[in-house]
């Protein structure tokens, strides 16, 4: 739980600021402070609809229907990270480009880790942990400073 945090916090301050995305989260910024939309929904949306049910689909399945279509091997292995990591930033456009440059990197990220464990219980652990942080960055309104820890 503490790795997706940390996650979080490097991509927040190091990984996205040289992307050029900017410090803070339009589309997510209406959260700033507000616990009646960050709570219930947001917190439902993170946990079960992202950390569970995206890794159930992007990790669990298609790496199970890519593994049957390319093999096992290493040189599938990676292809199979790849893909569905492509297919996962695809799926973050409503977030705009830099929604679909962090689910990219993350994508690599939690497919890598599914591909070397075969634990599907950590990468959802994991992925939750990171957007529960990045709801606790938003509601607290901390991107800013988190985006501009290294870079100014």
Known sequence: MVFGAFLKLAMKAVVMPLLGAPAV????????GNAAAAIPFVLYAVIIGAGFGEEIVFRGFLFERLGTLLGTSRRAKI????LTAVLFANAHWNQGLPGVEQAAVMGLVFGGMYALTGELVIVMVTHAAFDLMAVALIYGNLESRVAHLFFR
């Open 25 to 32: 989260n339009p589309y997510y910024h209406y959260l700033a």
């Open 79 to 82: 292809a199979i990270v790849v």
